[in-house]
């Protein structure tokens, strides 16, 4: 069949007799075999497999993954029985997913040399055309710099930025209400994502780009285009083969011209901080307290501080930052309203706990249901179904016995292990006490679970061993948001019992069509002055 396949193209290519139809069929065929024939000879051994992509059927199940991924890995994830690594095919690959206590830790851990993380994000991402031709491995061959700026020096800084944070929020928050279409009783209208994208983006680009871009709204705009057209261009590179990858992706990006309005407007800035530096001026990274100039000092090889370098580092930690602290914040908005409940008791907690003195060490110390409740939010609501996506480089053999061959994808599927029963009473249930500690004796003495904490048995912030580095400053904001919003409006969901979420294939994504409801509270608390 397959020789009769060539021979039919080879004829229409010699004669330029047939049809489109029948070129586009007959080439289509043909990357097909050749995909199920690299997915078989690097199929996985010693695991069970849910589903062979050989079958022709199977072509299509490939279009059921993209539309719901997520689905079908809790599916099989509860079918198999939770604590047992299963292999998925997919896209062109096998996915395999530890559930295994023994094999997530073996996948945690590993080295770059053999789980890359870095290749499992340049197939997601393909970050050389989205995020300005950033490459992994030299000049940085560990993402010290990034890691740097953001777990040290943000960290370090973010007490110091409280004001301005606040303001931020205040200000985003405000103006968002404002230009929303008033109704009935004093409510406004407003799509919750975007409402949520828009307050992260202002506080983003603040943070990260400092005061002299980071607050003009060309730029903030751009940062806003940006992260959806990075997540859009991915994508949709990703649905075709990877030679076509350098034509569509930057097309689309191009195509927006966002990502092009950031690096006009950041590289001047990096261009002045770096002959600052060069010239000796005093107590740079006090006058900015941003991530360009702490971006700029942590940079130090030639290669390093090249500008477009440090432009494209600037740029892929508006992306880490942006988009999945917009999904959880939107997915905080939906939990409030759906549990309105929470919103009393939160309230009377903050009057009761919030400390907002301005030398005190963490104003939230003592909000421990919000701590739970944000908690309880990321478990059931992660951005991605999938955590810790490894790229086979090198053979591996699982402490469960599984062996994988080079070229499938490993990783965590958090989304399912977040319902195992054994770990988590009545786990597909919203409890935003599920984390609190048992009473007043327990919180005052004894370490209690923060939403900054990484466990195995919690993967939302990846591999405990090296987590995300930004999840301080996500706790911070996040808080901060909540607190605002909780003591200065009212809100509830504009379609109570509509669907929430749509998927692609492993990301878990809020419709943009979902509204909330803001009012302007009644007998608002300055919680500025609040102190224990
Ligand atoms: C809710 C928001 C966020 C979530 C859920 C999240 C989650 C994660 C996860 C799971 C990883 C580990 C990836 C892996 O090893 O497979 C990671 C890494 C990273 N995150 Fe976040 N993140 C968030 C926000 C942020 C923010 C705000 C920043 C920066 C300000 C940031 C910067 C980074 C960086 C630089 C890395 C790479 C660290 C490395 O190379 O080891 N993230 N994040």
């Not at 928050?173 to 109704?183: H, I, M, S």
Request: aromatic share 10%.
């Amino acid at each position: 069949m397959l020789q009769n396949l060539l021979q039919g193209l080879a004829s229409i290519l010699t004669h330029r007799s047939g049809d489109v139809f029948t070129v586009l069929l007959v080439v289509s065929v043909l990357w097909r075999a050749t995909v199920v024939l690299r997915i078989y000879s690097s199929r996985p051994r010693h695991i069970p497999i849910e589903a062979k992509p050989y079958p022709f059927r199977r072509w299509f199940k490939d279009f059921d993954f993209i539309l719901d991924g997520s689905t079908q890995i809790l599916k099989a994830y509860k079918k198999l029985g939770a604590g047992l690594t299963f292999a998925i095919p997919s896209m062109g690959e096998y996915q395999i997913l530890a559930s295994d206590p023994r094999d997530i830790e073996a996948i945690c851990n590993a080295s770059e040399e053999t789980l890359s993380f870095h290749e499992a994000m340049t197939d997601r991402l393909k970050h050389y055309y989205t995020i300005y031709r950033f490459k992994y491995g030299e000049p940085d061959p560990n993402d010290s710099i990034p890691k740097r700026v953001v777990k040290v020096l943000l960290r370090m800084q973010l007490d110091a930025l409280r004001p301005t944070i606040d303001e931020k929020i205040r200000k985003a928050v405000d103006a968002q209400f404002e230009t929303a279409a008033a109704l009935k009783d004093d409510w406004r209208a407003l799509p919750t994502f975007f409402f949520a994208k828009s307050v992260v983006e202002e506080l983003n680009a603040r943070v990260i780009l400092g005061e002299e871009i980071g607050n003009k709204r060309e730029c903030i705009d751009a940062a806003l285009r940006y992260v959806g057209d990075v997540v859009f261009a991915a994508e949709v590179a990703r649905q075709f083969p990877a030679f076509l990858t350098p034509i569509i992706a930057p097309a689309i990006m191009r195509w927006s011209g966002a990502m092009n309005k950031l690096v006009d407007l950041i590289s001047p800035v990096v261009e002045e901080r770096k002959r600052l530096q060069a010239a000796g001026v005093p107590d740079l990274s006090k006058k900015y307290a941003d991530c360009i100039q702490w971006t700029v000092e942590s940079s130090k090889t030639p290669a390093q501080r090249e500008t477009p370098r440090l432009v494209a580092v600037l740029i892929g930690l508006l992306l880490a930052s942006s988009h999945q602290m917009s999904l959880t914040l939107t997915y905080v908005l939906y939990a409030l309203c759906d549990h309105p409940e929470y919103i009393i008791e939160l309230r009377r907690e903050i009057e009761e706990g919030f400390d907002a003195r301005p030398g005190s060490s963490n104003p939230f110390k003592k909000l421990y249901l919000l701590e739970s409740f944000l908690l309880e939010v990321a478990r059931l609501n992660p951005p991605d179904a999938l955590v810790v996506q490894r790229k086979v480089k090198k053979p591996i053999l699982l402490p469960s016995g599984a062996f994988i061959p080079a070229n499938n994808l490993v990783a965590v599927p958090q989304q399912a292990l977040a319902r195992n029963s054994a770990v988590f009473s009545n786990p597909d249930t919203f409890d935003g006490r599920r984390f609190l500690p048992g009473n007043d004796y327990i919180r005052e003495t004894e370490a209690v679970t923060k939403f900054t904490d990484v466990k195995y048995s919690y993967m939302f912030w990846g591999p405990p061993r090296k987590p995300c580095p930004g999840r301080w400053y996500v706790s911070h904001t996040l808080k901060a948001v909540v607190v605002h919003l909780l003591m200065n409006y009212d809100m509830k969901l504009e379609q109570k019992n509509a669907k929430k979420y749509f998927l692609w294939t492993t990301a878990i994504l809020p419709r943009p069509t979902i509204g909330i409801l803001l009012r302007k509270k009644k007998n608002v608390v300055d919680v500025g002055r609040l102190a224990m």
